[in-house]
C-alpha cells in the first residue's frame, strides 16, 4: 500500500552536508544558489531572525528599569466611590480583615497579609473581585464595579505593572 508521501521530495544528508560546509565557510552566494535564493533573501532572512529577538530584549531592560528600591514602602489603598477610605502598609508582617459596607445592604470583605491584598468576599453579582485574588505589585487593582470599590497596590518611584 502506497501513502501520499512515499513521492515526497526527500532532503539528503548529503544536501544538507553540503549546505552546512557553504555557510560555514561563509559562501553564502553558493549557499543562495543551492537553495534557490538570491543573496537578498537571505540578508532579509537573517534580519528577520535577528529582529524577532528584539522584544525579548526590550521587555529584558524594561523589567530591570520598572523596579523601585527596596526601601520604597509598599501599600494598598481601598477607595470607596473615588474616595481613599483606607491605606494599609504591605511591608509590614501584620493581617488585616476589614469589613467596607459601600451602601446598605452591599459589604466587601477585604483582606491584607503577607504583602498583599485581596477583596475576600463580597455579595456583588459577579464575584469579580472575589475572583481577582491576591494583588501584590504596584499598579495591580481589584475592582468591584458594582459596589464602587477599588484596591489599588502603590509604590513610590516604581512603575505601574503592565499586565497583558
Same mark, same amino acid.
Given at each position: 500500500?502506497?501513502?501520499?508521501?512515499?513521492?515526497?521530495?526527500?532532503?539528503?544528508?548529503?544536501?544538507?552536508?553540503?549546505?552546512?560546509?557553504?555557510?560555514?565557510?561563509?559562501?553564502?552566494?553558493?549557499?543562495?544558489?543551492?537553495?534557490?535564493? /538570491?543573496?537578498?533573501? =537571505?540578508? #532579509?532572512? *537573517?534580519?528577520? %531572525?535577528?529582529?524577532?529577538? !528584539?522584544?525579548?530584549?526590550?521587555?529584558?531592560?524594561?523589567?530591570?528599569?520598572?523596579?523601585?528600591?527596596?526601601?520604597?514602602? /509598599?501599600?494598598?489603598? =481601598?477607595? #470607596?466611590? *473615588?474616595?481613599? %477610605?483606607?491605606?494599609?502598609? !504591605?511591608?509590614?508582617?501584620?493581617?488585616?480583615?476589614?469589613?467596607?459596607?459601600?451602601?446598605?445592604?452591599?459589604?466587601?470583605?477585604?483582606?491584607?497579609?503577607?504583602?498583599?491584598?485581596?477583596?475576600?468576599?463580597?455579595?456583588?453579582?459577579?464575584?469579580?473581585?472575589?475572583?481577582?485574588?491576591?494583588?501584590?505589585?504596584?499598579?495591580?487593582?481589584?475592582?468591584?464595579?458594582?459596589?464602587?470599590?477599588?484596591?489599588?497596590?502603590?509604590?513610590?518611584?516604581?512603575?505601574?505593572?503592565?499586565?497583558?
Amino acid at each position: 500500500m502506497k501513502t501520499k508521501w512515499d513521492n515526497s521530495p526527500v532532503i539528503s544528508s548529503d544536501y544538507l552536508e553540503e549546505v552546512y560546509t557553504l555557510f560555514k565557510n561563509k559562501k553564502l552566494k553558493e549557499v543562495g544558489r543551492k537553495a534557490h535564493m /538570491k543573496i537578498g533573501d =537571505v540578508i #532579509i532572512i *537573517g534580519i528577520l %531572525v535577528i529582529a524577532s529577538f !528584539l522584544p525579548a530584549v526590550v521587555f529584558y531592560f524594561q523589567q530591570d528599569q520598572g523596579q523601585a528600591e527596596e526601601t520604597t514602602p /509598599k501599600y494598598a489603598a =481601598v477607595r #470607596i466611590d *473615588g474616595q481613599e %477610605v483606607d491605606r494599609f502598609s !504591605l511591608d509590614n508582617e501584620n493581617s488585616v480583615r476589614k469589613t467596607y459596607y459601600p451602601e446598605e445592604g452591599q459589604y466587601n470583605i477585604v483582606e491584607v497579609e503577607d504583602g498583599q491584598a485581596r477583596v475576600q468576599e463580597d455579595n456583588s453579582p459577579d464575584q469579580i473581585a472575589v475572583r481577582t485574588g491576591w494583588i501584590s505589585e504596584p499598579g495591580e487593582t481589584s475592582i468591584c464595579l458594582p459596589h464602587k470599590l477599588v484596591i489599588e497596590i502603590y509604590q513610590e518611584g516604581a512603575e505601574d505593572t503592565y499586565i497583558y
